[in-house]
Every structure is written in structure tokens, then in C-alpha cells.
């Protein structure tokens, strides 16, 4: 579904994101991108919704190749990946059901369609009752369980998390990470960055280790390490 | 159709956030607009006044008397040839007796004539004794021509002199090309200016919204869907403000108009007679379209300045392919 081969990210100050990553992440697979903070997680992630394209190597996602596309492919590109930041990036003027009916306007879906959908996601991330609320009259778990609902309306094939738990508390934490699980069980590719140890010793899923752009270890059977450790090993 | 109405929904949900911003945006606009409009009356008055006082403007050509017919007719005839020349009008003596005698009643010129007839009459006088010479009033087609067309005249057989106010000409042409120069230029300025300070504060609204437009990115939004609502909303301004700066300009003239007709300076100056009326069409095709199209293509610019960024990361990654081999 993911495919890295060889894969560089020089930005345009010449600093180096990612050097030489190949990985492979399969169909309805769920990892974690673990390693420190500037370690090149982000950029990794950037490069699968083409947000950034690769200067070296290729980046294959659903079997097309990112760095050649087209800037008018791109937006459809994206419909099919479902994303969620550590900072939300919620609509702040519109309210709960807004934000996540926006997702499906923007696919030019009826009123109809919208009113069926919305509701039905909005359940899911246990948010009904706030369908009024705007964002910032939300708490930081129900703001990220919002995202999760604007990025699961569309039905994607991928979830993509960049630090989903950063601004939040570790109870708050697991409950959201419960919630991505659960996405990936209904078969959605999940891919999550995160320097949460207890989470990801937690969840025990395949753990990718990127530090200083390198891909310094991936573990099938899961389980936080340091990429100091892994050198030192 | 539902797309329409989304983007409607959205630019008035816009409208409602940012208030005083959009105060100033509307300000800007109609204010640019009021002062272009008032350039823009001034320039047509002064094309007006141009147009209307150069149709006044003939060449007097006096021809010798004692011409045969014939000679006459091979006159006028030559005059109509020049280039330049609209029309051209023969004046015979007893016209211009006539002419003179209506001008001056107070002046006792048939004293001072054999024949019959006086100046206060205005009656009629034999040929031998009208002191006036016969003419052809030729006029041209614009006042810049007129000086070449009397120094050809001067040059026929059977002229005996020739007359254009030489001095008026040469100063009215000098007074109203600049007039008319100075107010191009200013309108040009003023486009301009109105163009660019439209564009900045359409430029405020976009960036305002800037982590919007980065969100509807993120979610798949196309650029056109991302554009919409923030097209319509500088039509809006630009429209409106375009309505408001036609209102001013045209109630404006409407009271100047007014204040003329009763302090008698219409009748004084009869070649002001600019009416509202007049300058309308132009006026509204002027501002609506410039309101219009500024509002459409300023805020499509700016939006486009936000959206482009997702090329330039493609041109990044492109520039620093090349730079690594």
C-alpha cells in the first residue's frame, strides 16, 4: 500500500529529512514511526499525502508513484488518506458537524449523503452530543477525537497520525489511540508517528525506529526503543 | 447548483467573521472607486468642453471681389479637397453686412454709404458699396487641424486673406491638451492605485484565513473549491463598492448640475451642460467593471498565492534533484 524505495527528502535549506529509506507498509497494517523529535518522522509522513516530495529515491502509495503526480491529482490523492495532527487544524468558525460534513462538501456530497454520514461517524468517536460545539469548546481528547471523525467520514484507505497524542494526557492518550486501533481493525492502513513510549509498548504493533533521516530499526513485534539503543546494539 | 449555494453559505459566514476588516475592505473599495469616478467626470467634461468648443472653431477665407461664378465654384471646390476639411459654408457680402449691422446697431455706418439702406435697418446695400468681403466658412475636422488648412487656403488664387484666431487656437489647443493629459495620466494613476489597494486588502482577508485554506488542502479540497468563496467575496466588494461610488459620483453631479441652473451659470456657460445622465453608462461601465474585475482577479491572485505553494514544493524538490546530481 506504502512503499519507500531508497527514498531522500532534502528541503529546500538543504537541510536533510529522510536519507535512503526503503520500507514497505502493507494493507491494512498498523506502525508506528517512532525516534526523536526532528528525527524525520514528520517528513516521512508528509511524502505519503504529498506534502513534500522526495529528492531522492521514489515513494509509492496505492501503487502510483507521489513524486510524479500532477498538482490536479493531488487534492484526490489526499480523499483517500485521512490525516490527524498533534495541533488538530480544526475549522475554528464551524462547529462539530461543520468540520466533519466539510470533508464531505468539498467531495460534492449531497445534503442527503451528508446528513446520513455525519451523524453515523460522529457516534463513532462518541461526539453526537457535541455536534453543536464549536472546536475550541471542546477538550483536547474530544478536539483529536473530532479529527479522527472529519478523517474517517470519507472512508479512507489510509490513516495517517502525526503526533495524535502530543497535546494530550495519557488517559486521554490511550483513548484515542484505542479509537485509531479500532480504525485499523474495520481494515484502514494506519500509520502513526509518536515518541510516546507507553503507547506504543502499550499497543504492541510493528515499530519503525527513523532517527536523523535513517531508518535505524524495524521491529514486527513492536515495542518502543531508543535509536541510541538500537546503535549502540 | 449545490456548490453554488455552499460557497454562497461559506463567503456569508465569511462576511460575518473579520468585521471590521470587511468594514475596511468595503471602505477601500468604494472610497478608490468615489475619487476614480469624479477623475473620470472631469476627464469627460473636459473632453466635453474640447469636442465642443473646437466645433465652434472655422477658418474665415475672404475672397477677392470681383470673382466670376466660375472661379468661385473652382474655389470652394479646392477648398473641399484639402484634407481635414468637414465643411464648408459661402458667406456672401450683404451676409455680412447683415452679420455686422446685427452686431453693432449702435455703429451709423450707412452715413457713411451712398446707397440705400442703414446699419440700423440691417437693410440692403449694392455690392459696390459694402466695405465687406465675401467668404467661405470652412471648418475642420479636429481644432488641431485648422491652422494647416487656413495656411493652404491663404495659398489659392482669389484669396484675398485669411482668419482663425490664430492666438485662440494655438492657446486652446496648448490649455486643453494638457487638460486633457493631465487627467489620462491621473485616471491611469488612479486604476492604478485603485487596483493595488484593492489587492492588499484582499490580501489581508486571504491571509487571515491562511490555516483555512491549509486545512481545505489537507481534507482533498480542489483549488477551485478553495478559490470560490473567496472570489465571490471580492466580487461582492468590488460590486458594491462600484454601486455606492456610482450613487456618489452621479448624485454629485446631480446637485452641481442643480446649483448651476439656479444661480444661472448654465446660460452664462452653456457648454458646461454635463448632465448625471450623460455620464452615466459611462461611469457604471467604468467603476462596475473595474470593481468587478479587480474583486475577481485580486482575490484570485492572492488565494493562488497561498495555494501555489503546493507547486513549489514540487519546484523544490525538482531544483534540488538537479543541485544532488
Given amino acids: ?233 | 447548483m449545490r456548490n453554488l449555494l455552499f460557497f454562497f453559505g461559506e463567503f456569508l459566514q465569511g462576511l460575518s467573521r473579520n468585521r471590521f476588516l470587511h468594514f475596511t475592505y468595503g471602505a477601500q473599495v468604494t472610497v478608490s472607486l468615489v475619487v476614480l469616478g469624479i477623475f473620470f467626470v472631469l476627464l469627460v467634461g473636459a473632453a466635453v468642453l474640447w469636442v465642443r468648443l473646437g466645433a465652434g472653431m472655422e477658418v474665415h477665407v475672404f475672397v477677392e471681389d470681383g470673382l466670376s461664378a466660375q472661379q468661385n465654384l473652382q474655389l470652394e471646390q479646392n477648398i473641399k479637397n484639402l484634407a481635414h476639411v468637414a465643411e464648408v459654408r459661402w458667406r456672401s457680402k450683404q451676409e455680412a453686412w447683415e452679420i455686422y449691422c446685427k452686431r453693432n446697431p449702435s455703429i451709423p455706418l450707412g452715413d457713411l454709404l451712398k446707397s440705400e439702406g442703414s446699419a440700423e435697418s440691417g437693410g440692403t446695400v449694392a455690392d459696390e458699396d459694402n466695405p465687406f468681403p465675401a467668404s467661405y466658412l470652412v471648418k475642420v475636422d479636429r481644432p488641431g487641424n485648422i491652422s494647416g488648412v487656413a495656411q493652404q487656403c491663404q495659398k489659392m488664387d482669389g484669396v484675398y486673406r485669411v482668419n482663425y484666431g490664430a492666438e485662440v487656437v494655438e492657446k486652446y489647443l496648448k490649455v486643453f491638451s494638457v487638460l486633457v493629459l493631465v487627467c489620462l495620466v491621473t485616471i491611469g494613476l488612479l486604476v492604478v492605485f485603485t487596483y493595488s489597494s484593492i489587492n492588499n486588502i484582499i490580501g489581508l482577508s486571504v491571509y487571515s484565513r491562511r490555516a483555512e485554506i491549509r486545512i481545505m488542502q489537507l481534507v482533498g479540497a480542489t483549488w477551485w473549491f478553495i478559490r470560490w468563496p473567496f472570489i465571490i467575496e471580492g466580487v461582492f466588494f468590488g460590486v458594491a463598492g462600484a454601486l455606492i461610488a456610482i450613487a456618489v459620483v452621479t448624485g454629485l453631479l446631480a446637485t452641481l448640475g442643480e446649483a448651476l441652473r439656479v444661480s444661472r451659470l448654465d446660460l452664462a456657460l452653456p457648454w458646461i451642460g454635463l448632465r448625471a445622465s450623460d455620464l452615466f453608462l459611462g461611469l457604471v461601465v467604468l467603476l462596475l467593471g473595474l470593481g468587478l474585475g479587480v474583486g475577481f482577479f485580486g482575490s484570485l491572485r492572492k488565494v493562488n498565492g497561498f495555494l501555489r505553494r503546493e507547486a513549489e514544493v514540487q519546484i523544490d524538490a525538482q531544483r534540488i534533484q538537479q543541485l544532488m546530481r
Avoid at chain 1, 446528513?115 to 460522529?122: I, K, Q, S
Avoid at chain 1, 509498548?201 to 513485534?221: C, H, W
Fill in chain 1, 1 to 233: 500500500m506504502i512503499k519507500f524505495v531508497n527514498t531522500g527528502l532534502t528541503y529546500p535549506n538543504l537541510v536533510v529529512g529522510i536519507r535512503e529509506v526503503s520500507l514497505h507498509i502493507a494493507k491494512q497494517e498498523f506502525v508506528f514511526i517512532v525516534g526523536p523529535t526532528g528525527g524525520g518522522k514528520s517528513s516521512l509522513l508528509r511524502m505519503i499525502y504529498r506534502d513534500a516530495v522526495a529528492t531522492s529515491g521514489r515513494v509509492f502509495v496505492f501503487n502510483r508513484d507521489v513524486s510524479t503526480m500532477r498538482l490536479r491529482e493531488i487534492p484526490f490523492h489526499r480523499r483517500r488518506i485521512g490525516v490527524i495532527f498533534q495541533d488538530f487544524l480544526l475549522l475554528p468558525n464551524k462547529n462539530v458537524f461543520q468540520n466533519v460534513a466539510y470533508a464531505l462538501q468539498i467531495r460534492g456530497a449531497s445534503a442527503r449523503q451528508i446528513n446520513a454520514l455525519v451523524p453515523e461517524v460522529l457516534e463513532w468517536v462518541e461526539l453526537s452530543r457535541k455536534q453543536k460545539c464549536l472546536p475550541h469548546e471542546l477538550s483536547g481528547g474530544e478536539q483529536q477525537r473530532l479529527c479522527i471523525a472529519r478523517a474517517l467520514v470519507n472512508k479512507p484507505d489510509i490513516l495517517i497520525a502525526d503526533e495524535p497524542t502530543g497535546n494530550l494526557d495519557p488517559d486521554t492518550s490511550i483513548q484515542i489511540m484505542e479509537l485509531v486501533t479500532r480504525v485499523n481493525a474495520r481494515g484502514t492502513t494506519v500509520v502513526v508517528a509518536t515518541h510516546d513510549e507507553n503507547i506504543v509498548n502499550r499497543f504492541r504493533k510493528r515499530t519503525v525506529v527513523i532517527a536523523q533521516g535513517r531508518l535505524v530499526a524495524d521491529r514486527p513485534e513492536g515495542g518502543y526503543v531508543e535509536a541510541a539503543a538500537v546503535r549502540r546494539a
